[in-house]
């Protein structure tokens, strides 16, 4: 059974189709990238997924379950987490406290964060640290910590809740190149080990084709090509619309 699956999904603005009876799969462990030009519906797509916005038309079901237009608590509790593309962490918190805090949350005992207990799920979220390699940045906060840091701080803090999906938006923005690659080769590890479905958002073609098993692209609210990196690059549609006449990896 796929973990995502997206049926005839659209939504307007006005007059404007943002999303545009898109649909698509997600298999269990996979990397599936969205690109497309700005204005594509990419960010509106994954609003949709998460709860953000209600589709006009269409279906989501995560693990056969229809999640349609529920609000994104209810969606995060069935199983999808979500980075985004401005990291969102407690800068005076340690990097343990960030995922502590996660945690709680999702065994729904935030209330507890409210008391002096340090020790609730420590080993948990110091485990969950050493899978994005922060162990030794545990104790440090997050106000302090380096950019590339805290983007895998953010990692942490999304498998805290366990998603059977996760939804990436701009994972790598304002990364430097390598710091790019080392994240989401990260992120593929664990799809692979956790069986982690991913989708995510990327302008970065390096990253795009080095780390995809398949592609989506949108245009205008639109699927317009969908295959493995090797059948998107060699697509003359893609290339006009979105890498460029000529392109191979690169450009925006």
Known sequence: MKTLAVTALSRSFGGVRAVDGVSFAVAPGEMLALIGPNGA?????????NGQLRPDTGTVHLGGRDITGLSPRR?????VGRTFQITATFASMTARENVQLALLAHHRQIWRFLRPAPQHHAREA????A????????DRAAAILAYGDLKRLELAIALAAAPRLLLMDEPTAGMAPAERTALMALTRDLANQRQMAVLFTEHDMDVVFGIADRILVLDRGRLVAEGTPETIRANPAVRAIYLGTGATTGGH
Do not use: P
């Open 75 to 79: 969606i995060a509790r069935h199983g």
């Open 126 to 129: 110091d485990a969950l640290l």
């Open 131 to 138: 899978q994005v390699g922060m162990a030794e940045q545990a």
């Open 41 to 49: 519906g990419k960010s509106t797509c994954f609003n949709l997924l």
